[in-house]
């Protein structure tokens, strides 16, 4: 009989992005971190990029699990916000392992060559740690694209479209909760720059509701504010986000990226990260229409 299974999450905080100059350009929405635990080991789902907010996440890992062992971390995507902040981690639990499926593999291979980690890096100067070879990153899942905690099953689903392509969600049966990466965001803007046609919003709807034909009762939100709830509201939320995106550009309510990011912000002002909707709306509109 399996033992009883927890899940806490940890909020890494918004980091400023900056030009080579140090002034603020924008800045990057929090990330949650994911720790599912039974009574001797845990697995951790994503973790932050920076140096300074992967201590921070693993001096909470700590904290949160006592003499458990932290055996292992999964990583929902290949972009460098999942990705560059491992290496700090490992300084701390040496004995952990990294794992995905085939499709954030192949992800981190292009995010780990040498000018595209370069330019997000400089973003971010004196921040990011010393990152391995691409060999060296991350292992594959087996091929049923589980883990296990303590007798419990975590799968890993390739969901599809979120913030960016194939992106992917844990699936934890036994506490019915699905850790949802870019699938899902809490209250903040979500990040659209590779998502600004009608077909790309439709397959990330579609994804959404992948996740929500699992019956699932809890959801954890990639990016959401600190104190949020992990509830299931979240599915429909971005969902209806993303149709109103849309409808904004496809009915010609707007008409030029200016006007919808102002639309978006007095229908969702409560919401972070105002950034990440403008690039979000410069995406959605040719060069001519930005302003």
């Known amino acids: 009989m399996a033992s009883e299974l927890l899940a806490d999450v940890y909020i890494s ?3 400023s992005m900056r030009r080579p100059d140090g002034q603020v350009v924008g800045t990057w929405s929090p990330i949650a971190c994911t720790l599912i635990h039974g009574p ?3 697995v951790l789902v994503n973790a932050p990029f920076t140096k300074a907010e992967t201590e921070g996440l693993a001096d909470w890992i700590s904290s949160t699990l006592g003499k458990k062992k932290l055996k292992a971390v999964y990583v929902s995507h290949g972009v460098h916000d999942f990705l560059l902040g491992l290496p700090t981690l490992r300084k701390r639990f040496p004995d952990i392992k ?3 499926t085939q499709e954030t593999l192949d992800a981190i291979k292009q995010s780990l060559q040498p000018k595209v ?4 890096a ?3 100067l004196g921040q990011i740690d010393e990152q391995p070879s691409i060999e060296q990153a991350a292992e594959l899942l087996p091929p049923s694209n589980q883990l296990e905690v303590d007798g419990h099953i975590l799968q890993a689903i390739v969901a599809g479209q979120g913030a960016v392509p194939n992106s992917t969600i844990v699936w934890v049966p036994s506490l019915r909760l699905a850790v949802c990466g870019t699938i899902v965001y809490g209250s903040v803007h979500l990040m659209q720059a ?3 046609t009608k077909e790309r919003r439709d397959a990330w709807i579609a994804a959404i509701e992948k996740v929500e034909q699992l019956g699932p009762t809890s959801v954890v939100a990639a990016h959401q504010k600190p104190g949020e709830i992990q509830g299931v509201w979240h599915l429909h939320r971005t969902k209806e986000y993303l149709k109103r995106f849309g409808e904004l550009v496809e009915l010609g309510e707007v008409k030029n990226a200016k006007e919808l990011s102002a639309a978006m912000m007095k229908e969702y002002p409560d919401r972070l990260n105002s950034g990440a909707l403008i690039v979000s709306s410069r995406a959605a509109f040719p060069k001519p229409n930005r302003l």
Do not use: D, I, N, W
């Not at 980690?117 to 997000?120: M, Q, R, T, V, Y």
């Open 13 to 15: 905080p918004a980091v």
């Open 40 to 42: 001797k080991s845990a």
């Open 98 to 100: 990294t794992f995905c």
């Open 117 to 120: 980690l370069a330019a997000f």
């Open 122 to 124: 400089a973003q971010f």
């Open 194 to 196: 590779g998502t600004a």
